[in-house]
């Protein structure tokens, strides 16, 4: 008979736990660290509907069931109150992050480039769905939606192995998901605000709910250069060599927000959310934020 062996010590259980992190894709290990910090201030979805958990009590209004009146609770108070439980349907997200060119930059190399913090926020939020027992599927990834640890490391790997230059578009135009599925897009939302509308449209003609999170680097928010810089182009655009940065600075901000105004319209005529997060900013908030529109605690627009 094998004897049992003995019971790991701290020190070896944290060896084992290192050895196992090695193993796992860097980018899974910060967008695990990211969900659980955010984790830590969610309390399940909040949202009313067919459950066994309890949510709260309300006021019975006139023409509803009566069997949903709590005799117990009305008999303790004035008036009449119903039960309510905490909405517990499994949903189907289905994630995407903007995989073109103009996502590889950064203004510095303290910085993430805006590819890997939509990379890690893509993760981080199909871990928060994972918690929750609702499956996650990577647009484009090939993979069926799915729920558990062994997904996560599947969406993590197909992260991972894309090429920067796979031919993606900035919009997920051609990449179907199902009908009146939840669809979550992480892009710098750089391309024509017509390109963006008819995809968005298509969607929201299928019943697709949708939430889009522009990703901005700080120098893309702000144009804090000074003197003579030359511009390069990416994705199909010209260089352009501006003599006085500050002489243009004004014109470009009203530009870039004249764009982000133009995207909050396309969302709200979707029925969608949109949202700007800039790379200089906490990740975790960014999360927290998509997350709280997710689970309809937030709506309209809003910058994190």
Not at 39 to 51: E, K
């Amino acid at each position: 008979m094998a004897l049992a062996p003995p019971p790991l010590t701290g020190a070896a259980r944290r060896k084992a736990a290192d050895a196992l992190a090695a193993t796992l894709p860097p980018l899974l290990v910060a967008a695990d660290r990211i969900a659980a910090t955010v984790a830590q201030g969610v309390h399940g979805r909040r949202r009313v509907g067919v459950g066994d958990s309890f949510w709260q009590f309300r006021r019975y209004q006139p023409g509803e069931p009566v069997g949903r009146i709590d005799w117990r609770q009305s008999g303790k108070t004035e008036g009449l109150f119903q039960r309510e439980t905490e909405w517990a349907a499994v949903q189907t997200a289905w994630l995407w992050r903007d995989a073109s060119p103009s996502m590889d930059y950064r203004s510095s190399n303290a910085l993430p480039t805006k590819r890997e913090r939509g990379e890690v926020l893509l993760l981080a939020l199909a871990s928060l769905l994972n918690r929750a027992g609702e499956r996650v599927a990577l647009i484009g990834g090939g993979a069926p939606p799915a729920t558990g640890r062994a997904n996560l490391l599947r969406l993590a790997a197909a992260l991972d192995h894309s090429a920067p230059d796979d031919g993606t578009k900035a919009v997920p135009w051609e990449l179907r998901v199902p009908r009146h599925a939840a669809m979550v897009l992480l892009s710098d939302c750089l391309a024509p605000l017509e390109e963006i509308g008819q995809s968005v449209a298509a969607y929201a003609a299928r019943g697709v709910r949708g939430h889009i999170l522009q990703i901005l680097d700080p120098a893309e928010a702000t144009l804090p250069f000074e003197g003579r810089i030359r511009f390069e182009g990416i994705e199909e655009v010209q260089s352009a060599l501006i003599p006085r940065v500050r002489s243009v600075r004004d014109a470009y901000r009203d530009r870039l927000a004249a764009h982000q105004d133009g995207l909050a319209a396309i969302a709200r005529t979707a029925g969608w959310s949109f949202a700007i997060h800039r790379t200089d900013r906490s990740p975790e908030a960014a999360l927290l934020g998509l997350w709280a529109i997710m689970s309809g605690a937030t709506t309209g627009r809003a910058r994190w």
